[in-house]
């Protein structure tokens, strides 16, 4: 069974500290893995796709990584607009298979 | 403005009686999908569409009906709610189910039922 487990499930950093996110993931066969930033009360918002290990992108403050078990989102100088439930997403090559979401991690950054 | 878009945003109903959450997208795209969001579970995948006339079940589609008649919309369908379907719903849509899955979400309905 995919699954995906994600920490810490909360996180508070100070304005400017760096830190990182973690997704760790077991499928059978990767397809693709996917974080999405979603703000309290509103619908997720896509910011990555990474596709194979050792693939990284990079999207402001946020850069995604991925190896064959797991998946590092790093925020470089958090700012407190940054604050959100970042979730991570894998789909398995085979068939159709859904989405398998973890429960996020709750990033909170006081300025 | 490509979106997403869900109607209605709030719910609130009783047991049993028939309700529908539309949904609706003006990217083209092929796939939607449906999801609800539970405190401590995560989104979980309710039905999913790859096309028009394509239905398919996701992870907890017991409850649930859908319909893909026209591309862009893609309605939700509970027969007969019961309060453990009290949650918030999102819908989705992509181009595809391949290499172009990034999803695009509405921005949620949250029923209450009672």
């Known amino acids: 069974e995919d699954q995906v487990t994600q920490s810490p499930e909360a996180l508070r950093l100070q304005e400017g500290e760096s830190s990182s996110l973690n997704c760790s993931y077991t499928?059978?066969?990767?397809?693709?893995l996917f974080w999405y930033r979603q703000d309290p009360g509103k619908g997720p918002e896509f910011l990555f796709t990474?596709?194979?290990a050792g693939e990284e992108k990079e999207k402001e403050r946020l850069k995604a990584t991925l190896t064959k078990k797991e998946s590092f989102l790093h925020i470089t100088a958090p700012k407190p607009e940054d604050s959100a439930t970042y979730l991570c997403a894998v789909q398995a090559k085979s068939g159709n298979t859904p989405l398998v979401f973890g429960k996020g991690t709750r990033l909170s950054v006081i300025a | 403005e490509a979106q997403v878009t869900q109607n209605p945003r709030y719910l609130i109903t009783v047991t049993g009686k028939k309700l529908t959450v539309t949904c609706s997208q003006n990217m083209n795209h092929e796939y939607m999908s449906w999801y609800r969001q539970d405190p401590g579970l995560g989104l979980r995948q309710i039905y999913y569409s790859m096309n028009v006339e394509v239905t398919d079940k996701g992870d907890v589609p017991e409850g649930y009906k859908v319909s893909r008649k026209e591309k862009r919309n893609f309605p939700l369908i509970l027969e007969s709610p019961s309060p453990n379907q009290t949650s918030l719903y999102f819908c989705?849509?992509?181009?595809?189910?391949?290499?172009?899955?990034?999803?695009?979400f509405g921005p949620g309905t949250r029923l209450t039922v009672l």
């Open positions: 989705a849509s992509s181009l595809g189910r391949g290499r172009f899955n990034e999803q695009f």
């Open positions: 499928v059978s066969g990767l397809r693709g």
């Open positions: 990474l596709y194979s």
